[in-house]
């Protein structure tokens, strides 16, 4: 983070050894805690155990101070548009938390099926991983574009989107509010991630609301 | 390219000829001339037209391409079917390399492009983006089990599995690409850089290998 220049940072947990998200969340509260207000921590549990993983999004929240629900449909195997997705959503709506998703992968975080969520909940603010998108022809662009024109709720990350037109065009369409720099480290690496925002034909406000601004909104951040 | 601090580019089209444009060949043709020396040509060609793939690409050479290119996911020819080792082998012929579209796409595989290099072994094959997003290390494996195979960098996001390919398969066969216009030259190349080869190795991935195996066709 120094070496970039970041000063504060969302993290999340990775998906842990033993399957059990409860303690990684723990983990994460604690390494918030050690931060010195540098890092923002963020929930992750699995929508399909139900009202356990309710109960988990509440105690993240009210008990361990995270910020944000984060799904990951690819790791925990559900299609994000399952409606037993919803009352996950509906939990994160009560408690007033945006939802981050690992977006992009084939058959179950597709932009359309991200999109269908978050059409559903409309109040409820999501930020999708990865542009929305991991498709190394550009394949699905054009269906990140139709669901970020579909829901005002829907925000994109930057991480890992090989084409910074498509990043441009989509500031250009729909706003510098609906991007937010990513770098999905420890996957991907932070030196090149911060580079896909820096190098792009960006207008300096537009650079601030996407490496910081618009997270310190999303994540309500300014508190710290 | 300038911005970048590129000298010399390899160019195509987007097309598969002869589809959408019957003339994309003289296209990339009249793009190069317009910058001698800076832009050399490959012929994306479509598989699928029979002999008339095959005579669009003796003309690409005869206009002074250095290769070809296939994208599978576009033209639904699979890597490894007869209408693209046709194809494969007649570039060969003029020690042209094929570049394939190389990434997560059914048809467009390391494990698919690999037979395709298994039943041409002398033939230069490219897996371009070198696996995409979820297929580098199964890129990474097949040019090491078939010495014609040679990974490019393009648009996968990896700076570390650069290093890692080079490592395991050496650098003579790892080679810079941009993908632009889709990708910025810029970035890529910065990608290569943050892979922190040493500086023999990088030269080769940057400039030396692509400069061998343009000089190679006749």
Known sequence: MDELGVDKAVVCPAKPRAYHLGAANEAIAEIVADSGGRLSGVARVDPLLGDDACAELERAVETLGLRALFLHPWEETFRIADRRVDPIVEVAQRLGVPVIVAAGYPFVSEALQVGALARRFPDVTFVATNGLQLNISGLGQVDSELALADSENLLLQTSGVYREDFIEGVVRRFGARRVLYASSYPLLDPRLEIRRVQWAAFSEPEVEAILGGNARAVFSLDGD | ?218
């Open chain 2, 1 to 218: 390219m300038d911005e970048a601090g590129i000298d010399r580019g390899v160019v195509m089209t987007i097309v598969d000829a002869p589809a959408v444009n019957p003339q994309a060949l003289e296209l990339i043709a009249e793009a190069c001339a317009e910058y001698p020396g800076r832009l050399d040509a490959f012929a994306r060609i479509h598989p699928w037209y029979g002999q008339e793939s095959l005579r669009l690409l003796e003309r690409a050479f005869g206009l002074g391409f250095k290769g070809l290119k296939l994208h599978p996911v576009s033209t639904l020819a699979h890597p490894a079917g007869e209408e693209t080792l046709r194809l494969i082998r007649a570039a060969a012929k003029h020690g042209a390399p094929t570049l394939f579209h190389c990434g997560d796409e059914p048809l467009a595989t390391p494990l698919a492009v690999g037979r395709a290099a298994a039943a041409c072994p002398d033939a230069t094959i490219i897996l371009g983006h070198m696996g995409g997003y979820f297929h580098v290390d199964e890129a990474i494996e097949v040019a090491e089990a078939h010495d014609n195979v040679v990974l490019e960098s393009s648009a996968m996001p990896y700076p570390v599995k650069i290093a890692e390919a080079v490592e395991r398969i050496g650098a003579s066969r790892v080679l810079y690409a941009s993908d632009g216009p889709a990708c910025s030259p810029r970035i890529e190349v910065e990608k290569v850089r943050l892979a922190g080869l040493a500086p023999e190795a990088e030269a080769l991935v940057f400039a030396a290998n692509a400069l061998r195996i343009l000089d190679g066709v006749r």
